[in-house]
């Protein structure tokens, strides 16, 4: 039987959906495979791990200006020679776990692990074959460390293929497959039902309001976006989730009352019922990050984005707007008129959500599965 290792590390949940989707694929469709899905920060160093996903929670939330600089700056200098270094180190720790396992093919989703990887094979400490799966909308060159002795990446779109071939990566290496989708936004759902279990008016349109979890970035700003879409979309339906974040909530809840809304605005806390809540929905207004993005894009939805974190996210949110796919509210513009406008304007809607076609991938997961695992 043969043995696959797939890699994630916990800085953001989108590297550890994109692991689980491929890991619960596996499980499903390819029965002769031996799977199993390792954290390898916390096996490499549990006390590390612990520091570095705090860290960059604590940054992301309180700081997002210093995240972005580390962003930018770990992809030259001094800070990338740093974390390049680093890996090397701690790769030799996970040398002992890839020596007992001995894979056959390991899948990373997070650059952390790629490079721990392909630092070994070119050590020749292993000779699994490596594959990275780049779960945003922009790439960025700590992914890229080691791609001489990386077998296959996959990317979201064609302009992040490109770049990688500019950076002399092999074209016959790179997949255009979109990041890895869950199975559970690829089944049909009844809309009366959903609609019935969260007291929603099944004529009406639906938008859904991430308010950013437990980071709840950019707070003043996300509640006025949240005020003026209770004040300016009567005629629609609102579903804001506030996730894990109690304050945020309580928030919302105080706006819906100031604004008489309860009749067209409903507020969640954490809720597992996100499939289904897109596929009821019209409009998503989020943050833009890779696995919520590649979620919104699989439901057709146009997005709003708001308080994206400097960095990837910033990078995710031009991109999107590019391609007419979302519209980015930003620090100092009208929040007011450009949702006014953007809810009175059905045919932009309906484009921005045609648009979504361009970059969507709802069969992600199985792709990647095929490509990799078909071969055995």
């Not at 689980?20 to 199993?36: A, M, P, Q, R, T």
Request: charged share 25%; with cysteine; glycine share 4%.
């Amino acid at each position: 039987m043969k043995k696959i290792l797939i890699f994630y590390a916990s800085y953001g949940g989108g590297h550890l959906n994109a692991a689980k989707s491929i890991n619960e694929y596996i499980l499903d469709n390819y029965k002769n495979f031996d799977v199993e899905l390792i954290d390898c920060m916390k096996y490499v160093n549990k006390t590390i791990e612990k520091l570095t996903t705090s860290a960059y929670r604590e940054v992301a939330k309180k700081a997002p200006w210093a995240w972005g600089k580390i962003y930018s700056d770990s992809q030259k200098g001094p800070l990338a020679h740093l974390s390049s270094r680093s890996n090397k180190i701690m790769a030799i720790k996970l040398l002992r776990l890839l020596r007992e396992k001995n894979p056959d093919l390991i899948i990373s989703t997070h650059p952390f692990g790629s490079q721990m990887c392909s630092y070994l094979k070119r050590k020749n400490k292993i000779n699994s074959k490596i594959a990275t799966i780049m779960t945003d909308f922009a790439p960025h060159d700590q992914w890229l460390v080691g791609s001489d002795c990386m077998d296959y990446y996959f990317v979201a779109h064609d302009k992040m293929k490109n770049y990688l071939i500019k950076k002399n990566i092999s074209d016959s290496k790179i997949f255009i497959t979109g990041i890895p989708l869950s199975s559970k936004f690829l089944k049909k759902y009844n809309r009366a039902e959903i609609s019935n279990t969260f007291n929603l008016n099944t004529n009406k349109k639906n938008i859904l309001f991430f308010g950013g979890g437990e980071f709840g970035l950019g707070k003043s700003k996300t509640f006025e976006i949240f005020e003026n879409l209770v004040k300016n979309s009567s005629h629609m339906q609102i579903i804001a989730i506030a996730g894990k974040n109690e304050k945020m909530k309580k928030e919302f809840e105080e706006i819906v009352d100031k604004n008489n809304a309860k009749d067209y605005v409903t507020v969640l806390a954490f809720t597992d019922k996100v499939p289904e809540l897109m596929s009821i929905s019209s409009l998503v207004v989020t943050k833009p990050g890779g696995m919520t993005t590649t979620e919104s894009l699989a439901a057709r939805l146009p997005m709003i984005i708001i308080n994206p974190i400097p960095g990837q996210e910033e990078e995710n949110a031009e991109f999107l707007e590019s391609k007419g796919i979302a519209i980015w509210i930003k620090k100092d513009d009208n929040a007011a008129q450009i949702i006014t406008n953007l809810l009175s304007n059905d045919k932009l809607l309906e484009k921005m959500s045609e648009n979504t076609k361009l970059l969507s991938h709802p069969d992600s997961t199985k792709n990647i599965c095929e490509i990799l695992l078909n071969n055995y």
